[in-house]
């Protein structure tokens, strides 16, 4: 029969409200960290990226943050809007291999109008 | 540019047969990626490519699975024989030296 999944963590957010997303990572060496944003039925779309050398990056209406000391990294986006209703993965990578991302279980974010 | 290419978009079929899907990547894009993502798995690579080289399959789960990349516009997963534990989403990514990689809308494999 079928194994029953794994439930990701959901955010609940009224629209215009602003949304905060984290994610923890593992690996002390990683320092590529890159933000998905996976609407259904779609692949991931790379959202915005960051380098260990930098604790905050901004783009249109999103932020990450990246906290070294204690391995996480946040996504903060702005008057959050239907349209960002997705599951949003947080991926790191290590000098050794930029091209080889390990990606986080995800999180879904649902925006109410 | 149409992005990155997969087919098919679904595939349905029974425990035993043999599955392959494709992939092209976006022209120019020197590395390609294979992903199989499961709601109990997440998100995993299974193997990449540079220049059509393949560079690392460790993610490949075993030797029922194996992927060739013939030129610089195509790639093929194939899965023989498949079984149920295959059913997922496969997804192709390829990216232009090793910077932000763009995937492709998957393929929902099913195996019955």
Not at chain 1, 44 to 55: K, W
Request: proline share 6%; net charge negative.
């Amino acid at each position: 029969g079928e194994s029953v999944g794994l439930h990701l963590p959901t955010l609940s957010v009224q629209e215009g409200d602003n949304s905060i997303i984290n994610c923890a990572y593992s690996n002390s060496a990683s320092d590529y960290f890159i933000w998905y944003k996976q609407e259904s039925g779609k692949g991931p779309q790379f959202i915005i990226d960051i380098r260990s050398n930098m604790d905050k990056r901004q783009g249109q209406r999103v932020t990450v943050l990246l906290n070294k000391t204690v391995k996480h990294l946040s996504l903060q986006i702005a008057a959050t809007q239907p349209g960002d209703s997705a599951v949003y993965f947080c991926a790191e990578s290590t000098p050794s291999g930029y091209s080889t991302l390990t990606f986080g279980k995800g999180t879904m974010l649902l925006v109410s109008p | 540019d149409a992005g990155v290419i997969q087919s098919p978009r679904h595939e349905v079929t029974e425990m035993g047969q043999e599955v392959t899907l494709r992939c092209k990547p976006i022209s120019g894009h020197d590395y390609l990626f294979w992903y199989r993502q499961t709601m109990m798995r997440g998100l995993e690579l299974l193997i990449y490519f540079n220049n059509n080289v393949p560079i690392d399959d460790s993610g490949m789960p075993e030797d029922r699975f194996s992927a060739k990349m013939p030129n610089a516009s195509f790639s093929t997963l194939k899965i023989q024989p498949s079984e149920p534990r295959d059913s997922a989403v496969y997804f192709c990514a390829s990216s232009l030296s090793q910077n932000e990689q763009f995937f492709g809308p998957g393929t929902r494999l099913t195996v019955l």
